[in-house]
T-cell receptor, first 113, second 114 residues
């Protein structure tokens, strides 16, 4: 059974801090890893990573995949209260033409002013 | 935002009644998915579809059925709702090709089974 584990489960920081969220996985036939941000409604896509060691960046958010360690990190620099959300990691694995994601339980980030 | 709507957005029903949730997309994407999200469990896949009339089970499919008679619509049915099916249900879509892994989510349906 494919497994995706995120840590920490929750985190409270002050505005301006830098945070690192972790995602590790145990899957058969890894294909890609995705990060999503979920505020009070639907998850929204942040990054997709397929190649090890290549950083994806969008503003203050960045992510990198380490296939050797079976893990990924999501960094947020100079955090703002608007970054408060649940951050979800998902892994696509398996074969064939069917695309399914296994999600971790998420990290709840709270950024206090 | 991807054109995905879900209906109803909120529903309260009683144990034993049938419930159908609808997901409608205007993106003409091939793949559609139904998830449920519960505290402590994250998002879990119920069923998914890889084309019209082509569906398959996910991780937590017991007690649920789906149908897809048109590209744009994916229905999730609870034949006889139970309290354990109280949850937030999300529909998602993805297209074929290199970005097939990227799923876009609908706004969710909050279902309460009393």
């Amino acid at each position: 059974e494919d497994k995706v584990v995120q840590s920490p489960l929750s985190l409270v920081v002050h505005e301006g801090d830098t945070v690192t969220l972790n995602c590790s996985y145990e899957v058969t036939n890894f294909r890609s890893l995705l990060w999503y941000k979920q505020e009070k409604k639907a998850p929204t896509f942040l990054f997709m990573l397929t190649s090890s060691g290549i950083e994806k960046k969008s503003g203050r958010l960045s992510s990198i995949l380490d296939k050797k360690e079976l893990s990924s990190i999501l960094n947020i620099t100079a955090t703002q209260t608007g970054d408060s959300a649940i951050y979800l990691c998902a892994v696509e694995a398996g074969g064939g033409s069917n695309y399914k994601l296994t999600f971790g339980k998420g990290t709840l980030l709270t950024v206090n002013p | 935002d991807a054109g995905i709507t879900q209906s109803p957005r909120h529903k309260v029903t009683e144990t034993g009644t049938p419930v159908t949730l609808r997901c409608h997309q205007t993106e003409n994407h091939r793949y559609m998915y139904w998830y449920r999200q519960d505290p402590g469990h994250g998002l879990r896949l119920i069923h998914y579809s890889y084309g019209v009339k082509d569906t398959d089970k996910g991780e937590v499919s017991d007690g649920y059925s789906v149908s897809r008679s048109k590209t744009e619509d994916f229905l999730l049915t609870l034949e006889s709702a139970t309290s354990s099916q109280t949850s937030v249900y999300f529909c998602a879509i993805s297209e074929s090709g290199p970005t097939r892994n990227t799923q876009y989510f609908g706004p969710g349906t909050r279902l309460t089974v009393l």
